[in-house]
């Protein structure tokens, strides 16, 4: 299964706890934690359940009022609040202190580097719906492609998060942001200087992401994209798992969009013949486990992310 980025803040309290026993402190407590919009409250026993906004409100109150507290405030907001038995010693409560202090800063960075992530995803988003608007054939493909790519992940164990999977699938094809649309949307053949210049765009979409630390693993499936387990592929020639697996799911999600959607030379295939174009193409062009796992995903959830087309 995918991971969830929750796991960010749930490394800091178990590492909370390691430091709470190295320091010989033994205390009973209730941490509540805000991620966004949502809460965590972890207790020293090791439960742990989470909600929303509004019921957090109502538990923080009880608490509040029932127990000791110690803010987990940073630089930018509190992050919660740590809720401890009565009667500990001052000593306890200044090391208490201090641990506090260094989670704050680890959830402050975590939420600085999340705003600064959704602010350059939605720059890059912007380019890419300006790629697209160029192109009314390929309008909402990257959506579709995430959409497509987070259903194939949902069947498999990837070493990427939901969101750098919906990411590498919004982004796959930014390098065309460069290409004319003389040559985008050119309805017959292409001439070899044409699809020359067609095919540079996973090199240059890797280019544009690769200076945003965020988006690493995002540009090497955009880099990746147009190679073939076979190795025939570009722009590197990479063969089987010499292949980002990101880039592997990124491919059968592109090839079955593209082959679904009306193209200047050609009509849509209808769902079926796509998926058997996808499963003849297993082991030469696309990972077999890719293509195991998005066959195995039922139509009607294709068809809520690519829109009815069998
Ligand atoms: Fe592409």
Known sequence: ??????????????QFNKDLATLGIKVTYTMVVYIGDTYRIITSKGEEIGGSREDKEKIIAHLLSKQPFLP?????????????????????????????????????????????????????????????????????????VAGLAQ???ERMDLPYSEKEVAQAGLLHDIGKIGISERILTKPGSLTDEEYQIIKSHPEKGAQILEPLVMFKKSAAAVRHHHERYDGKGYPDGLAGEE???????????????????????RKAFSYDIARQKILSASGTQFDPTVVEAFNSIEEKKISSVIGSRA
Request: aromatic share 6%; net charge negative.
């Open 151 to 153: 259903l194939i992940a």
């Open 72 to 144: 987990i405030t940073g630089e930018e907001m509190n992050h919660g609040y740590l809720f401890i038995e009565t009667g500990l010693a001052a000593d306890v409560m200044e090391k208490l202190k201090i641990l506090l202090r260094s989670i704050s800063f680890s959830m402050d960075k975590y939420v600085l580097e999340e705003r600064m992530q959704s602010c350059s995803l939605g720059i890059l988003d912007s380019a890419v719906n300006a790629i697209e608007a160029k192109d009314v054939y390929t309008k909402g493909h990257s959506d579709r």
């Open 1 to 14: 299964m995918v991971k969830k980025t929750e796991s960010v803040i749930m490394i800091d309290l178990t």
């Open 243 to 265: 292949i980002p697996l990101l880039a592997r799911v990124i491919a059968v999600s592109d090839a079955f969009d593209a082959m679904t959607s009306d193209r200047p030379y």
